[in-house]
C-alpha cells in the first residue's frame, strides 16, 4: 500500500467510527431475490457462465517443485491435470485423453516423463503433444499435431497457480486488478506452502462466503474470539471492479498483536495497514484471504452440489529458516479452525431456512454492501440478458466503486 492508500484507510476508519448513519448519497439496497440461492436453473447459469469463466485458484508451485511433477484438481467441476514440463513452464490440460476420452492420471499427483492413457495407451509428452498410438496402422490419415491434450488457461501470480476454462477471458493480472498489485508486499513468490485442509459444509456456496464478506456477526458469532479484539465499528470497505474488494477492520487496541504471530518470520515489506489492523481481501469469485506480515491463510469456496460446499484453506508463510517449519504453526491453525468453526455452526440450518417459504429475500444494509457487490458482478458474469427478470439484482454500487 502507498501513503496515500494508508492515509485514506486511516480516514475511513476514523469516519467509520463515529457516523451515525450511511454515509450521504449511500443507495439502499434491495433485497436480493431468494431464488438467487435456490433456483435450480439460476444455480445452472452460475456454474456455466461464473464458475466457468473465471480464473480459480488450483495449487501452488511448491507442489511441482520438480520437473514432471504434477497435480490433480477437480475442484472447478472438470477435471484438470496440472504439471510442470521438463523446461520448468507449469501447464495445465483437461485429463482427457483424445481417443476415447479416458483419464491420463488417476492418482491425485505423481512425476512422470509424460502421460499414457491407461485405457488404450496413447501417449503424451508433458507439453500435451501426442507422441505415439497403439496400432498406429489401423488410424489411417491420423494427425498428430490436431490430436494434442486440450489446454486451459493457466497463469501464476507468486507461487499461485490458477486456472480459467474461458480462452478468452483477460490475464490473471488483469483480471485481479488492484488485488494484485496490493499483494506484491506479501511477496508471493517467496511464499512457503505450509499447510491444506479442507472443510466440507452443507450449504450453499454463496451461504459461508456471505459470511466472510462481513463483520455484522461478529457479536453474535465470535463474542469469545474475534469479537474480543477486533473493532467493526471502524471497518472501512473498498469496493473494486470484477467484483473485488478489501475490507479493513481496526484492532480495539491500537498495541495488540495476534498472540498466534508472535515469535514467526515475517515479511519485512509488509506495509502498516496490515501490521496495525485486520485486512481481509475477496478475490471474486471464491477467495478470502486475510494476510499478515507473518504469513496468510487463503480460504477458497467450491460448490460441491447446489446446496453442499467445500471450503479450503491453504496457509502460506515466509520462506522457512535452517529450522524448518515452527511448531508455532500449528498452534495458529487450531486457533483459526476454532474461529471456523463458529463461523460453520449455522450453515446447515441457514440452508435448510433458505428453501422454506419463509426466505423470500435477503435485506443488506450498508456494512453488508460487499454481498451486493458480489451479486452485481455475478449479474454480469453470466450477462443480464440470461438472468430472469425477477432474479436479477439492481446495480446500484457503481458510484462506489474505486477504479484504483
Given at each position: 500500500m502507498d501513503s496515500a492508500t494508508i492515509e485514506r484507510i486511516r480516514e475511513g476508519m476514523a469516519f467509520e467510527a463515529q457516523r451515525k448513519a450511511p454515509p450521504e448519497g449511500f443507495p439502499e439496497l434491495p433485497d436480493i431475490p431468494?431464488?438467487?440461492?435456490?433456483?435450480?436453473?439460476?444455480?445452472?447459469?452460475?456454474?456455466?457462465?461464473?464458475?466457468?469463466r473465471s480464473w480459480l485458484y488450483a495449487g501452488h508451485s511448491d507442489q511441482l517443485p520438480n520437473p514432471g511433477d504434477w497435480i490433480l484438481n477437480r475442484s472447478t467441476g472438470s477435471p484438470i491435470l496440472i504439471a510442470r514440463d521438463m523446461g520448468g513452464t507449469i501447464r495445465a490440460y483437461y485429463n482427457t485423453c483424445r481417443h476415447r476420452g479416458a483419464p491420463l492420471v488417476k492418482a491425485d499427483k505423481g512425476n512422470d516423463r509424460g502421460f499414457v492413457c491407461g485405457y488404450h495407451g496413447w501417449s503424451y509428452t508433458l507439453d500435451g503433444k501426442l507422441v505415439a498410438v497403439r496400432d498406429k496402422r489401423d488410424f489411417v490419415g491420423l494427425d498428430f499435431s490436431c490430436k494434442s491434450l486440450?489446454?486451459?488457461?493457466?497463469e501464476t501470480l507468486g507461487g499461485w497457480i490458477f486456472v480459467n476454462e474461458d480462452p478468452d477471458a483477460d490475464d490473471l493480472v488483469t483480471s485481479l486488478g488492484p488485488v494484485a498489485k496490493e499483494l506484491q508486499q506479501f511477496q508471493p513468490?517467496?511464499?512457503?506452502?505450509?499447510?491444506?485442509?479442507?472443510?466440507?459444509?452443507?450449504?450453499?456456496?454463496?451461504?459461508?462466503?456471505?459470511?466472510?464478506?462481513?463483520?455484522y456477526h461478529l457479536k453474535s458469532i465470535h463474542q469469545d474470539t474475534v469479537d474480543r479484539f477486533l473493532d467493526h465499528r471502524g471497518t472501512t470497505i473498498t469496493l473494486w471492479p470484477?467484483?473485488?474488494?478489501?475490507?479493513?477492520?481496526?484492532?480495539?487496541?491500537?498495541?495488540?498483536?495476534?498472540?498466534?504471530?508472535?515469535?514467526?518470520?515475517?515479511?519485512?515489506?509488509?506495509?502498516?495497514?496490515?501490521?496495525t489492523s485486520n485486512v481481509s481481501y475477496y478475490i471474486f469469485p471464491n477467495i478470502v484471504m486475510p494476510p499478515s506480515a507473518s504469513g496468510m491463510p487463503m480460504l477458497v469456496f467450491w460448490p460441491t452440489s447446489k446446496r453442499t460446499m467445500r471450503i479450503e484453506c491453504h496457509w502460506f508463510s515466509p520462506p522457512f529458516g535452517p529450522e524448518g517449519r515452527s511448531p508455532l504453526w500449528d498452534k495458529r491453525i487450531a486457533n483459526f479452525e476454532r474461529i471456523l468453526?463458529?463461523?460453520?455452526?449455522?450453515?446447515?440450518?441457514?440452508?435448510?431456512?433458505?428453501?422454506?417459504p419463509g426466505f423470500k429475500g435477503m435485506t443488506l444494509c450498508y456494512q453488508e454492501r460487499r454481498?451486493?457487490?458480489?451479486?452485481?458482478?455475478?449479474?454480469?458474469?453470466?450477462?443480464?440478458?440470461?438472468?430472469?427478470?425477477?432474479?436479477?439484482?439492481?446495480?446500484?454500487?457503481?458510484?462506489?466503486?474505486d477504479p484504483a
Amino acid at each position: 500500500m502507498d501513503s496515500a492508500t494508508i492515509e485514506r484507510i486511516r480516514e475511513g476508519m476514523a469516519f467509520e467510527a463515529q457516523r451515525k448513519a450511511p454515509p450521504e448519497g449511500f443507495p439502499e439496497l434491495p433485497d436480493i431475490p431468494a431464488g438467487r440461492y435456490t433456483n435450480s436453473d439460476f444455480l445452472d447459469l452460475e456454474d456455466e457462465r461464473l464458475w466457468k469463466r473465471s480464473w480459480l485458484y488450483a495449487g501452488h508451485s511448491d507442489q511441482l517443485p520438480n520437473p514432471g511433477d504434477w497435480i490433480l484438481n477437480r475442484s472447478t467441476g472438470s477435471p484438470i491435470l496440472i504439471a510442470r514440463d521438463m523446461g520448468g513452464t507449469i501447464r495445465a490440460y483437461y485429463n482427457t485423453c483424445r481417443h476415447r476420452g479416458a483419464p491420463l492420471v488417476k492418482a491425485d499427483k505423481g512425476n512422470d516423463r509424460g502421460f499414457v492413457c491407461g485405457y488404450h495407451g496413447w501417449s503424451y509428452t508433458l507439453d500435451g503433444k501426442l507422441v505415439a498410438v497403439r496400432d498406429k496402422r489401423d488410424f489411417v490419415g491420423l494427425d498428430f499435431s490436431c490430436k494434442s491434450l486440450i489446454p486451459v488457461r493457466c497463469e501464476t501470480l507468486g507461487g499461485w497457480i490458477f486456472v480459467n476454462e474461458d480462452p478468452d477471458a483477460d490475464d490473471l493480472v488483469t483480471s485481479l486488478g488492484p488485488v494484485a498489485k496490493e499483494l506484491q508486499q506479501f511477496q508471493p513468490d517467496n511464499l512457503t506452502l505450509v499447510d491444506s485442509r479442507g472443510y466440507d459444509v452443507e450449504c450453499n456456496v454463496k451461504v459461508l462466503l456471505d459470511a466472510f464478506l462481513e463483520v455484522y456477526h461478529l457479536k453474535s458469532i465470535h463474542q469469545d474470539t474475534v469479537d474480543r479484539f477486533l473493532d467493526h465499528r471502524g471497518t472501512t470497505i473498498t469496493l473494486w471492479p470484477g467484483g473485488h474488494s478489501r475490507m479493513t477492520t481496526p484492532n480495539r487496541r491500537p498495541d495488540w498483536v495476534d498472540p498466534g504471530t508472535i515469535g514467526m518470520p515475517e515479511i519485512p515489506t509488509v506495509t502498516e495497514i496490515p501490521r496495525t489492523s485486520n485486512v481481509s481481501y475477496y478475490i471474486f469469485p471464491n477467495i478470502v484471504m486475510p494476510p499478515s506480515a507473518s504469513g496468510m491463510p487463503m480460504l477458497v469456496f467450491w460448490p460441491t452440489s447446489k446446496r453442499t460446499m467445500r471450503i479450503e484453506c491453504h496457509w502460506f508463510s515466509p520462506p522457512f529458516g535452517p529450522e524448518g517449519r515452527s511448531p508455532l504453526w500449528d498452534k495458529r491453525i487450531a486457533n483459526f479452525e476454532r474461529i471456523l468453526d463458529e463461523d460453520l455452526q449455522f450453515a446447515p440450518q441457514i440452508q435448510e431456512s433458505l428453501e422454506s417459504p419463509g426466505f423470500k429475500g435477503m435485506t443488506l444494509c450498508y456494512q453488508e454492501r460487499r454481498i451486493y457487490h458480489y451479486h452485481e458482478e455475478l449479474d454480469r458474469k453470466i450477462g443480464l440478458n440470461r438472468v430472469p427478470a425477477d432474479l436479477r439484482v439492481e446495480p446500484k454500487l457503481e458510484q462506489w466503486v474505486d477504479p484504483a
